[in-house]
């Protein structure tokens, strides 16, 4: 009860209480003076008590700090001050600058630390940047603007002009005319070829490889893959064999992705025009036949035939 | 605390003399205050350093009432939050937690010094830096909730609080121990 006769008030906070034990002066103290029985209020002066004996036990803070100690810096501080005095100005330090100081002059354990993050990170874009190009590897040459329809791909469905690929017959032009693009000299093995040449192991994880033969040595060349929604798309160039081989492979895992067309394009010798792969299916789509939706076939099963 | 003008003052015309002085008083409660901060003797020497190139630096930006303790408490705290907030962040990037108390490292016997070290170590690494900032202050280095609200920049109320959660949380440690060991 307080003098007034009115209901005595809460208890203070503990922590207005450890505050009080620790006698400081500070706003809540209201508190406590307000609650005015707590001399002989047993919650609280249980709880100033245990505060009290704690206060006892946390001396154990101070006793162990103070049995610390520690080498002199005064010489080194002097020393940084003396050179910074020199300099007529320290480098301009606002509050913790350890951040980028560990590298140079801070113990090991600041430098290893930013190493550590910098590797990291490095790691971590190189990880990026190699999933990225293998996941990109294959499919993301394929979006590529075509080189046959410039003002952008075709509707679905639409067949791809014939005008618009090479023709079928393989013209070959290799000597005579040196204003024909073809380096006079040029050893063509015999009439370039292509075909499609997949193993059952690429075929069980659905990859279409294409063969192309007897072009001229050394030359690069690029399949060129002509898809029914995305236009004809060249792939990376590659180097001719000794045998006037390349090989080449690239995932089909849709029906909408098997090509209705593929050629070679010779890019040492532009004027050697190959033969065109045509009317190409592949475990059960139809290159020609594709009817491409928004979203394509379900994943193909490995385990179908190859009709290449 | 020492809110000596004569000495501001001094320190204010980079008095040499005045600067190696206040270093030779402060050093050891600086670092000891930052070795129990962060946890690191040798880091806790360095920001020490730092702290007291820093103090060279800005006292001729100060005005002459300076509360020339606080201030470089203030200074000194904010190097080791800083630092503990950087660690903080390397143990998130490093999948690691707080460290936990090895209560196999802790006897019931606060007697040794060595292991009371440890177990007053591990206690202020399990809570905020935050509050084992006012827990230091008041109890190790004797200042009021006025002057670490002052050294914090935060109200006296908020020292209060967190003075309070320390001490407990300082409590439920230190006092654990012996209890698991009784009951072994």
Redesign the interface.
């Known amino acids: 009860m307080d003098i007034n006769g009115a209901e005595p008030l809460e208890c203070p906070d503990?922590?207005?209480l450890?505050?009080y034990v620790?006698k400081?002066?500070?706003?809540?103290m209201v508190a406590v003076f307000r609650h005015l029985n707590i001399e002989q209020c047993e919650k609280c002066q249980k709880k100033c008590q245990e505060?009290e004996l704690?206060?006892q036990?946390?001396?154990?803070?101070?006793e162990?700090?103070?049995?610390?100690?520690?080498?002199?810096?005064?010489d080194?501080?002097?020393q940084?001050?003396e050179q910074?005095?020199n300099r007529q100005s320290?480098p301009s330090?606002q509050?913790?600058?350890?951040?980028w100081k560990g590298l140079s002059g801070?113990?090991l354990?600041y430098g290893r630390?930013q190493l550590?993050?910098v590797l990291?990170i490095l790691t971590g874009l190189l990880i990026f940047g190699v999933v990225w190009a293998a996941t990109h590897s294959e499919f993301a040459r394929f979006p590529g603007v075509s080189t046959l329809y410039p003002g952008g791909f075709p509707n679905q469905g639409q067949v791809i002009p014939n005008h618009s690929l090479p023709t079928s017959t393989p013209v070959i032009q290799v000597t005579g005319n040196p204003t024909s693009g073809v380096t006079p000299g040029t050893v063509l093995i015999g009439t370039p070829t292509i075909e499609i040449c997949t193993t059952p192991e690429e075929q069980a994880d659905s990859r279409i490889a294409i063969c192309v033969h007897n072009y001229p040595p050394g030359d690069r060349v690029a399949i060129v893959l002509v898809q029914p929604l995305r236009g004809a798309h060249e792939r990376r160039p590659l180097t001719v064999d000794a045998q006037g081989n390349i090989r080449d492979s690239f995932y089909i895992n849709r029906c909408k992705f098997v090509p209705i067309a593929i050629y070679v394009a010779d890019k040492t010798h532009p004027d050697i025009q190959g033969p065109v792969l045509r009317n190409i299916s592949y475990d059960g789509c139809s290159g020609t036949q594709a009817t491409p939706t928004l979203y394509g076939r379900p994943k193909l099963t490995p385990t179908g035939s190859h009709e290449g | 605390m020492v809110t000596d003008v004569q000495v501001v003052e001094r320190l204010r015309a980079?008095d040499?003399q005045a600067?190696?002085s206040l270093?030779?008083r402060l050093?050891?409660?600086i670092?000891?205050?930052l070795?129990?901060l962060v946890g690191?003797?040798?880091?806790?020497?360095?920001?020490?350093?730092?702290t007291?190139?820093?103090v060279?630096?800005e006292i001729g930006k100060t005005s002459q009432d300076l509360s020339l303790d606080a201030w470089i408490y203030r200074?000194a705290t904010?190097?080791a939050?800083?630092?503990l907030n950087?660690?903080r962040r390397?143990q998130f990037?490093r999948f690691g937690g707080r460290e936990e108390v090895d209560i196999d490292l802790l006897v019931s016997g606060?007697e040794d010094?060595a292991e009371?070290?440890i177990l007053?170590q591990q206690a202020l690494s399990m809570m905020k830096p935050e509050d084992a900032v006012c827990?230091?202050l008041?109890?190790?280095n004797?200042f009021?909730?006025?002057d670490i609200a002052k050294i914090m920049n935060i109200s006296?109320?908020a020292v209060?609080?967190r003075?309070?959660?320390a001490?407990?949380k300082?409590?439920s440690v230190?006092e654990r121990v012996p209890q698991q060991k009784r009951k072994q």
Do not use: C
Not at chain 2, 40 to 50: I, K, W
């Open positions: 503990d922590s207005i450890l505050a620790n400081q002066q500070f706003n809540g505060y704690f206060n036990q946390l001396a154990v803070l101070k162990t700090q103070s049995e610390e100690s520690y080498p002199p810096i005064v080194s501080v002097m940084k001050v910074s005095r320290l330090v509050f913790p600058v350890h951040s801070l113990p354990k630390f550590i993050a990291i | 980079k040499a600067f190696r270093i030779e050093q050891q409660p670092t000891g205050y070795h129990r690191d003797r040798e880091v806790a020497l360095d920001l020490a350093q730092d007291f190139i820093q060279y630096k200074i904010n190097y939050m800083k630092y950087r660690k390397w990037i606060p010094q009371t070290r007053v827990l230091q008041y109890y190790s004797g009021s909730y006025d006296s109320e209060r609080k003075v309070h959660r001490v407990e300082f409590r230190y």
